[in-house]
């Protein structure tokens, strides 16, 4: 769990870091974050918590539908946090924090508000979050491009299909692969990302075959909403000046021509900082409708 005090200018004040507790029930883990809350200087100055959580939340509600990696089902938890914090809260899916961070002041900030921007945050595995006519899609069920059928014949995957695109995309995946292939892959930094530096021949097939399960979500975000920006983001993204020209090629050929036309891509210029920045567009949209 990392946590930042956050302000409109200069941006991140502090930040500081807990692990999340054994068995994290809601209560378990508001108490760790009442600890982090003191350890940042107390709640007195601050205008409102926000929270970016993995899995369905919805937003409007409060609630959190589902976390697997907490084991949480239907969980109220801005009220609850609210009322254990004192501050008043929000929350948010961790992945659209990111992308709202992203757009606000990040690679989307010279986008027009009729212009679309989707963020694919690839990190242990693969989501994205959209922006369309000014406004995050914040359907909570919306953005699991990690879990469109890429082949059927491939392998299980987390969600229980087989063959998802998240098999093969993300820090997961690719360290799966090199050891299926007796490559070495303990740190993925320097073992995974740092063999494409050095250019061998058998990681750069694997790399390869990350960059076509890639071109195939993205070919379906292309081809159904067309975005004006497609952000690539996530510490597996950092290193895409190095496949970049084989991901374009897998792209060309999932798509017909001119369909790639117009679409930019780039990488996040906030890196671990757009979430916490999409914390305060949050907060700075709901100063304002009040
Ligand atoms: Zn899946």
């Not at 491939?154 to 690719?174: F, H, N, P, Q, S």
């Not at 900082?273 to 009040?290: H, Q």
Request: aromatic content about 6%; overall charge neutral.
């Amino acid at each position: 769990m990392r946590m930042a005090l956050i302000a409109r200018d200069p941006g991140v004040v502090r930040e500081v870091w807990a692990k999340t507790p054994p068995c994290p029930t809601p209560e378990r883990v508001l108490d760790r974050l009442a600890a982090m809350i003191t350890e940042l200087g107390g709640a007195e100055p601050a205008a409102g918590l926000v929270l970016g959580i993995p899995g369905l939340v919805d937003a409007d509600t409060g609630v959190v539908r589902i976390n697997a990696n907490l084991g949480w089902r239907n969980v109220a938890l801005a009220d609850a946090a609210r009322d254990r914090l004192g501050l008043s809260t929000m929350i948010q899916n961790d992945v659209r924090l990111h992308t709202l961070g992203e757009w606000r002041f990040g690679a989307g900030r010279e986008l027009t508000p009729r212009q679309t921007m989707a963020d694919v945050v690839i990190g242990t595995g693969i989501a994205m979050g959209l922006v369309r006519g000014g406004q995050l899609w914040d359907t909570p069920e919306s953005g699991e491009i990690g879990h469109i059928t890429w082949n059927r014949d491939g392998i299980r995957c987390g969600c229980g299909k087989t063959g998802c695109v998240e098999t093969m995309v993300g820090a997961k995946a690719l360290t799966r692969l090199f050891r299926e292939q007796g490559l070495p892959a303990d740190d993925f930094a320097r073992d995974v990302v740092g063999t494409l530096q050095a250019g061998q021949p058998e990681s750069l097939a694997l790399w390869n075959q990350f960059c076509r399960a890639l071109a195939f979500g993205l070919s379906v975000v292309i081809l159904v909403l067309h975005p004006d920006l497609i952000v690539l983001s996530g510490g597996v993204a950092q290193s895409l000046s190095w496949w970049k020209p084989m991901l374009m090629k897998a792209l060309e050929d999932e798509l017909f021509l001119g369909s790639l036309s117009q679409v930019r891509l780039a990488t996040s210029t906030l890196a671990d900082r757009a979430p916490y920045l999409g914390g305060m567009s949050l907060l700075l949209d709901a100063a304002l409708s009040r």
